[in-house]
């Protein structure tokens, strides 16, 4: 099983660059976390690779699933949705900031810490479904 990461590096002189990643190990869901924790680095589309597509008419076969991952100030960011389930943002810590990744706002108290953002990723690397160990929140 294998995830496909993609992700925006935002630069003081404007000239922005794309990170990229395929995870295959929970030593990947490591590099990955600290590819994301340097200065510029937005969030994360992420795709796993063992879900089924859906047809759309303007785009043809799309993953049926949309995950963003994100670190901002110490905190891991996750959104997760799919056919079953609707958008929504890990519930974190209170005190966690909003954080504008790119792909997606998440709002302030989103954050966890990095150890259950890892977690929940190796889980999502392991299984293809939505982690587990993850409280969800709908987007507000």
Do not use: C
């Not at 496909?4 to 995870?23: D, Q, R």
């Not at 190990?25 to 089924?52: F, W, Y």
């Not at 997760?80 to 108290?109: C, I, K, R, V």
Request: net charge negative; glycine share 8%.
């Amino acid at each position: 099983m294998s995830l496909t990461a993609v992700w925006t590096i935002l630069t003081p002189e404007a000239e922005n660059s794309g990170g990229e990643m395929v995870v295959r190990t929970s030593d990947d869901v490591d590099a990955l976390i600290m590819a994301l924790s340097q200065p510029g680095s937005t969030a994360a589309l992420v795709q796993h690779q063992d879900r089924p597509t859906v047809y759309d008419e303007d785009l043809g076969d799309i993953p049926d699933h949309d995950v963003t991952i994100g670190i901002w100030r110490g905190f891991g960011y996750l959104s997760f949705a799919d056919l079953e389930h609707e958008f929504m943002y890990s519930d974190g810590e209170s005190d966690s900031p909003s954080f504008a990744g790119h792909y997606t706002e998440y709002p302030a108290g989103s954050g966890v810490n990095l150890a259950t953002l890892r977690a929940a990723l190796v889980e999502f690397l392991e299984t293809a479904q939505r982690p587990t160990n993850i409280h969800w929140k709908e987007d507000s």
